[in-house]
T-cell receptor, first 115, second 113 residues
Framework: DTGVSQDPRHKITKRGQNVTFRCDPI?????LYWYRQTLGQGPEFLTY????????KSRLLSDRFSAERPKGSFSTLEIQRTEQGDSAMYLC?????????????FGNGTRLTVT | AQSVTQLGSHVSVSEGALVLLRCNYS??????LFWYVQYPNQGLQLLLK??????LVKGINGFEAEFKKSETSFHLTKPSAHMSDAAEYFC???????????FGTGTQLKVEL
């Protein structure tokens, strides 16, 4: 169990640029979640996958956001035409099954700063 | 919609003193509740969870929480604080048909000598 890995740890970008983050879940975990955390707030749900299928997307996830999980392994989260309001910590988590029976394992996050 | 509210964004205690972090829930159905901890520069870790099996739930590192339906609360306690307990603590409720967690705004715990 090497834990959930996120890359990069930090990303600074200019407004209007596109960014992509990567998450490698714990192997054999079939569920993968993306959350966003801003200063003074708890993590907010963005989307989750079961294997390669994206089963739910939050209304927070505008059209500029897209997430993929090809082959049900790693996942990418892309933000197009970044805005200053996108500045946040983006968290990835994985679990072996439903949240009630299998705890979420979180990565250390990717901190995005949009200037 | 189910939600949780954490009272007190910052709590400071002396080493050895009781830790009490407050969480109240809002739910029209019996909730499943969780406490997570986030140490500096680390990912969130599960401390404990309530699944209706027992109202007093014991977690890791000496923490426990009691589910009180009459007070709609799920406060986190530890009898004696240690310096290593300094972290941010999040209460969460299971939502979305059991497929996701909705977190509170967090409480930063500071432990002083």
């Amino acid at each position: 169990d090497t834990g959930v890995s996120q890359d990069p740890r930090h990303k600074i970008t200019k407004r209007g640029q596109n960014v992509t983050f990567r998450c490698d879940p714990i192997s054999e975990h079939n569920r993968l979640y993306w959350y966003r955390q801003t200063l003074g707030q708890g993590p907010e749900f963005l989307t989750y996958f079961q294997n390669e299928a994206q089963l739910e997307k939050s209304r927070l996830l505008s059209d500029r956001f897209s997430a993929e999980r090809p082959k049900g392994s790693f996942s990418t989260l892309e933000i197009q035409r970044t805005e200053q309001g996108d500045s946040a910590m983006y968290l990835c988590a994985s679990s072996l099954g439903q949240v009630l029976n299998s705890p979420l394992h979180f990565g250390n996050g990717t901190r995005l700063t949009v200037t | 919609a189910q939600s949780v509210t954490q009272l007190g964004s910052h709590v400071s205690v002396s080493e050895g003193a009781l830790v009490l972090l407050r969480c109240n829930y809002s739910s029209s159905v019996p909730p499943y509740l969780f406490w997570y901890v986030q140490y500096p520069n680390q990912g969130l870790q599960l401390l404990l969870k309530y699944t209706s099996a027992a109202t007093l739930v014991k977690g890791i590192n000496g923490f426990e929480a009691e589910f009180k339906k009459s007070e709609t609360s799920f406060h986190l306690t530890k009898p004696s604080a240690h310096m290593s307990d300094a972290a941010e603590y999040f209460c969460a409720v299971l939502t979305g048909g059991g497929n996701k967690l909705t977190f509170g705004t967090g409480t930063q715990l500071k432990v002083e000598l």
